[in-house]
C-alpha cells in the first residue's frame, strides 16, 4: 500500500484514541453547553473521575499481566468500611483506621493472587468469589447500615485542599488520582516487577521459560489491584462521610472499561497509566456533560457501552496493524 503524508497522523491518531476522543468530547459538549468547560465544572469531572481512576490503576496491573479483576468493586466497599468500622466501634484513631482500610484491600488481592498463582484457579472464578466475600462481609460488618468514618479518612475524600491550602485549586481526591497515577506509572515504567508484568501478559510460558517468576508477578498484581481498590474505597467514604455496603457496585466495569478505553488489550501485554487516566476521565466526561444535558442515566449507560465497545474496536485495528 503506497504511503502518504498523513499516515503518521493516522497512526498517532490509532495509538491514542482515547485521547483524541476525549479532546472531540469536549469540544462537543462546550457547544452543546458553554458550562461545561468552566473551572468549577471541570475539578468536578476530576472529583467523579477520581474514584474509577484509582480503582482502573490497580486495574491496569492485572490486565496488562493478561487477567482480570472482578473484586475490586466489593473489595472498595469493604476497605472503607472496615476503616469505618476501626474508628466507630474500636475507637483507634483516624491515621490507623486508613492503614487498617488499605491493609485490607491488600489482603485480599494477596488471597486472590495465591489463589490464582498456586491454587491454579481462573483469574475470572477467584476474582468473582473474592467479590462475593467482600461484599459478604460488608454487609455482615454494616449489618446493612452505613457506619460513620474517622475525620482523617473525610479529609482524604473532601474537596477541601491537601492540608488546608495543599495544592492550589485541585481538591484532595484529585491529588490522591494523580499521585496513583504517578505510583502506577513509576511500577509499569521504571521497575523490574513492571516489565515482567509485560512479559507474562505477552506470553505467559515463555516469561516462565526465560526465568522470570511468573506467580510472584501474579500474586503482586492481584495485591496491588487490592491495594488500590481500597485507596478508592477511602476515597468514596471519604466523600460521603460514612462507608455505605452497597459503594461501588458495578464499579469494577468501569475499571476495567477505563483501562480498555486507555488502549490497554484484554489479551495482556499493553497499557500503561496515562492512558487508563484519560479513560476514566473519558468516562467522567460523559457522565458529567450527559448529566449536565439532562440525559436519563438509562441512556448513559447505553452510550458507554457504545464507548467500549469502539475502544475494543480500536485495540483489535491497532493489534491488526501491529502484525
Known amino acids: ?50 474514584t474509577v481512576a484509582i480503582l482502573a490503576f490497580g486495574m491496569t496491573f492485572v490486565i496488562v499481566a493478561a487477567g482480570i479483576d472482578l473484586s475490586v468493586g466489593s473489595v472498595a466497599a469493604l476497605g472503607g468500611m472496615v476503616s469505618a468500622y476501626s474508628f466507630s466501634s474500636l475507637g483507634l484513631p483516624g491515621w490507623l483506621t486508613l492503614l487498617i482500610g488499605l491493609g485490607t484491600g491488600l489482603l485480599a488481592g494477596l488471597i486472590s493472587g495465591i489463589s490464582i498463582a498456586y491454587g491454579k484457579l481462573p ?24 457506619v460513620p468514618s474517622s475525620k482523617s479518612v473525610n479529609t482524604l475524600g473532601s474537596n477541601q485542599y491537601l492540608f488546608g491550602t495543599g495544592v492550589p485549586g485541585l481538591p484532595i481526591p484529585i491529588v490522591m488520582m494523580a499521585l496513583a497515577g504517578v505510583i502506577c506509572w513509576f511500577i509499569l515504567s521504571r521497575t523490574v516487577i513492571g516489565r515482567s508484568m ?48 452497597q459503594a461501588a457496585v ?5 475499571a476495567i472499561a477505563a483501562v480498555v478505553i486507555g488502549g490497554a488489550s484484554l489479551s495482556g501485554g499493553s497499557g500503561k497509566a496515562t492512558g487508563t487516566l484519560v479513560g476514566a476521565i473519558l468516562l467522567a466526561v ?36 501491529a502484525r
Open 123 to 146: 483469574a475470572f472464578i477467584a476474582t468473582l468469589a473474592m467479590m462475593s466475600i467482600a461484599r459478604g462481609a460488608t454487609l455482615v460488618i454494616s449489618q446493612g447500615s452505613p
Open 286 to 321: 460523559i457522565r458529567n456533560g450527559l448529566n449536565i444535558l439532562n440525559v436519563s442515566s438509562f441512556w448513559q449507560q447505553i452510550v458507554i457501552g457504545f464507548v467500549i465497545a469502539i475502544a475494543v474496536g480500536f485495540d483489535v485495528i491497532r493489534n491488526k496493524t
Open 250 to 254: 458495578g464499579y469494577e466495569l468501569d
Open 1 to 50: 500500500m503506497k504511503k502518504t503524508a498523513w499516515d503518521p497522523v493516522l497512526r498517532w491518531m490509532l495509538n491514542n484514541g482515547a485521547l483524541v476522543g476525549l479532546i472531540v468530547l469536549c469540544v462537543a459538549m462546550f457547544i452543546a453547553t458553554p458550562h461545561f468547560l468552566t473551572v468549577p465544572n471541570l475539578l468536578n469531572v476530576g472529583v467523579q473521575a477520581a
Open 198 to 245: 509485560y512479559a507474562v501478559g505477552g506470553n505467559v510460558e515463555a516469561a516462565r521459560l526465560s526465568g522470570l517468576p511468573v506467580r510472584k508477578v501474579l500474586i503482586t498484581v492481584y495485591t496491588l489491584s487490592g491495594l488500590f481498590a481500597a485507596l478508592a474505597g477511602l476515597v468514596m467514604t471519604g466523600r460521603l462521610s460514612s462507608a455505605q455496603p
